[in-house]
Nanobody, 117 residues
Framework: QVQLVESGGGLVQLGGSLRLSCKLS????????MGWYRQVPGKQRELVAQ???????TYTESVKGRFTISRDNAKATVYLEMNTLKPEDTAVYYC???????????WGQGTQVTVSS
């Protein structure tokens, strides 16, 4: 059974940095498309960044140049390095894994990121 365990959220000041981590267990990590989503109350969950098994990354426009997604296939872990944080980055961040062999989505439990001004 695939499980995703996130860590690294917290409270940070405007302009600060945080790094989120998400470890996958229960399957072969390298086959998954990995991503980070975020959600604020009353709004839909939005995709922040994704990375393929070969390391090709894409970002939503609002985080380009500030956030970096990466993965370590040997450690079965995906990271989201967040720099120059803004109050509008405040959200619950969810780790996401997509297995395109069985067409199944997996989600982490979410981690709160709060940016104070």
């Amino acid at each position: 059974q695939v499980q995703l365990v996130e860590s690294g959220g917290g409270l940070v000041q405007l302009g600060g940095s945080l790094r989120l981590s998400c470890k996958l267990s229960g399957s072969i990590f390298s086959i998954f498309l990995m991503g980070w989503y975020r959600q604020v109350p009353g709004k839909q969950r939005e995709l922040v960044a994704q990375i393929t098994g070969k390391g090709i990354a894409t970002y939503t426009e609002s985080v380009k140049g500030r956030f970096t997604i990466s993965r370590d296939n040997a450690k079965a872990t995906v990271y989201l390095e967040m720099n120059t944080l803004k109050p509008e980055d405040t959200a619950v961040y969810y780790c996401h894994a997509y297995d395109n062999l069985v067409l199944h989505n997996y989600w982490g439990q979410g981690t709160q990121v709060t940016v104070s001004s």
